[in-house]
């Protein structure tokens, strides 16, 4: 009888046994295939800076091949910051697109809301990449990077950043473009010297009207779509292994902090 009783209590264990077996075991196959993915994943975090009306927000939209950004020609279109996720292969994007940077006074003397101001500073610390959006087609500004800007990437010296030298459809004289890189960078990548044969005019000489620290330079038109590939091609290219943030069907959130 007593050994009766022991077959029934062993027979009622171990099948309980062996399906907790088999459930954890394929619990910590399909952990070990999500760390896999996890490890083959990259991600990169890009703020998009720039004046008003630079064209940011349509850069983004032409990155991401799809409309995520309000764009027009009225200055000030962006309002407030939001993050645009672009997801290719195991490379995700976040591009975090800011209103264009301005002042506490202008801020002011225009009834501007407080987030010009901070969304474009807040972006740049969770940014992994800076990229700097110059409008060449500005005859009255795109001679010289603005104070406002440099000062930022002072600031942040220690991250990489690039240039972007947008609208370069409005140039006449494509030569012109040669001259503005020499002036927005002060003839130099990373801070080395481009070229030593390059003299500087004399009202150019102490004054400040570039970034010597960008490590890249990109000459495009997002109207039209030119130079497009290539940065997005770089920025692919920039993404570090990391967990994606976003699942693949998002493209964009909005006010959210990352």
């Not at 002042?103 to 474009?120: E, I, M, P, S």
């Not at 220690?158 to 030569?175: C, E, G, T, V, Y």
């Not at 039209?224 to 976003?246: C, H, V």
Request: charged share 25%; with cysteine.
């Amino acid at each position: 009888m007593n050994s009766f009783r022991k077959t029934i209590r062993t027979s009622n264990i171990f099948p309980n046994f062996n399906i907790v077996s088999r459930f954890l075991n394929k619990v910590s196959q399909e952990e070990h295939a999500i760390e896999e993915e996890l490890c083959k994943s990259r991600l990169l975090k890009v703020a998009i800076i720039g004046m008003p009306n630079a064209g940011k927000s349509t850069i983004i939209n032409s990155l991401m091949d799809r409309k995520v950004c309000p764009t027009s020609s009225k200055v000030h279109t962006t309002m407030k910051k939001s993050l645009s996720i672009f997801t290719e292969d195991d490379a995700q994007i976040i591009f975090l697109d800011t209103p264009g940077i301005v002042t506490a006074q202008a801020q002011k003397k225009y009834n501007l809301k407080k987030t010009f101001v901070k969304d474009g500073i807040g972006s740049l610390h969770l940014a992994n990449l800076i990229g700097v959006v110059h409008d060449v087609g500005n005859m009255w500004t795109r001679g010289r990077i603005d104070i406002k800007i440099l000062k930022l990437l002072e600031a942040h010296k220690k991250k990489p950043s690039f240039l972007i030298l947008n609208k370069i459809d409005l140039l006449k004289q494509k030569r012109k473009l040669l001259e503005l890189t020499r002036k927005l960078t002060e003839n130099r990548l990373e801070g080395r010297l481009c070229s030593e044969n390059i003299e500087l005019d004399e009202d150019e000489v102490d004054i400040v009207r570039g970034w010597p620290f960008f490590n890249e330079i990109f000459m495009i038109s997002a109207l039209t779509g030119s130079g497009i590939e290539e940065l997005r091609n770089y920025l692919i290219d920039q993404a570090k292994p990391a967990p994606w943030m976003f699942l693949q069907k998002n493209f964009q959130v909005k006010n959210m902090r990352i």
